[in-house]
């Protein structure tokens, strides 16, 4: 026989303790029981529920109020704008309010819940004698009138002020996904058939940033431009210049076999898109004898005096062709946009 010291509390109904002395138990493992029910504030007091009741919906309506504020913020704070916030430091301001709304919104349905069920619903404890897997009839029964006996006892259709602002909150939740989904980006509309390029825009020399004159386009050589009042430090330039990216090369009048590209030319200096009508590449190597200028990604080749059409390689369609004149001043410019997108022929179909 073992012994063991047992608080005298918790030894099973029948044995005593002797003074001062050490109880030995006969069954160590005895079910000491559940201690007795104590009621709490809120199962005597009507009004002390009816506080809890209030504080449950409160928590509730604050989660309202945070999902609210996680939607506002979508539409107040741009998406590049930092703030410092102590102890953070600088932080987006839209990702610092997402965050913050979000968490407080889940945050409060779970006080809420929480709250509810540790101050008024049934805190009855219950025994239940463990049985086999499969119920029977009895059991079924029992637990269906638990459940609706459960049901009834959490004043789930009694206290409709907080039935009601759960399901407030629990709808509102589901939206922040929705405001998410902006995430996926802004829709394109017209940003991929327009480029920087405009009717008078001076073309700049990509290696100088320098203006372009006639005159500094040598023949068998090829130059790079971007419109004039673009800057390698502007947010939005890479995006731009995967657009406007410009070829410029010079070619004897009479070697140019396409009319419409002798009509946008100057003088024999003519001006192409220099990404790539396969998959966007940009374009790097000319061949000055024949013209062509080949796509070194997977060798689409384009013949520059035939309007730059597709003369090898899997790309689908034309290089477009940027109109040119020279201003007052000697420059050349833009006579306005491209014509057509530029990049990947699909957008072709749009
Ligand atoms: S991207 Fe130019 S050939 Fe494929």
């Not at 001076?202 to 320098?210: A, D, G, V, W």
């Not at 010079?250 to 076999?257: A, G, S, T, V």
């Not at 060798?299 to 899997?314: E, H």
Request: aromatic share 8%; glycine share 8%; with cysteine.
């Amino acid at each position: 026989m073992s012994t063991q010291e047992i608080p005298e509390e918790n030894l099973p109904a029948g044995q005593d303790t002797a003074h001062g002395a050490v109880k030995v138990a006969d069954d160590p493992f005895a079910d000491p029981g559940l201690p007795p029910h104590k009621p709490r504030i809120q199962d005597i007091d009507e009004r002390a529920a009816r506080r809890s009741e209030r504080a449950v919906a409160f928590m509730f309506v604050l989660s309202m109020l945070a999902t609210v504020g996680f939607i506002a913020s979508y539409v107040i704070f741009p998406v590049d704008k930092i703030v410092y916030i102590w102890p953070f430091g600088r932080v987006s301001a839209l990702n610092f309010a997402l965050g913050w709304t979000l968490g407080l919104a889940l945050f409060f349905i779970g006080a809420g819940a929480v709250h509810w069920a540790r101050t008024l619903m049934s805190d009855v404890e219950v025994a239940d004698e463990r049985h086999p897997m499969e119920a029977s009839p009895e059991v079924k029964a029992k637990v269906m009138a638990d459940f609706a006996a459960g049901a009834a006892e959490s004043g789930f259709g009694r206290r409709k002020l907080i039935r009601n602002t759960m399901f407030g909150a629990l709808a509102l939740v589901p939206l922040s996904g929705v405001m998410l989904l902006r995430d996926m980006g802004p829709l394109p509309e017209k940003k991929l058939r327009t480029t920087k390029w405009a009717r008078g825009k001076q073309l700049i020399n990509m290696n100088t940033h320098e203006p372009l004159r006639p005159e500094d386009v040598a023949v068998g050589s090829l130059t790079f431009a971007m419109p004039e009042g673009m800057s390698e430090h502007d947010h939005d330039f890479q995006v731009e210049i995967a657009k406007a990216a410009l070829m410029i090369v010079r070619i004897q009048p009479e070697d140019i076999k396409d009319k419409r590209e002798l009509e946008w030319s100057h003088e024999g200096v003519v001006a192409f898109s220099k990404i790539c009508t396969h998959v966007g590449c940009p374009i790097s190597l000319y061949e000055q004898q024949t013209h062509h200028v080949l796509c070194p990604c997977h060798q689409s080749t384009f013949d520059l005096s035939d309007g730059a059409r597709v003369i090898f390689g899997p790309a689908g369609h034309a290089l477009p062709q940027l109109r040119i004149g020279v201003n007052d001043k000697g420059f050349l410019e833009a006579l306005g946009d491209f014509d057509e997108p530029v990049g990947p022929a699909f957008w072709e179909r749009g």
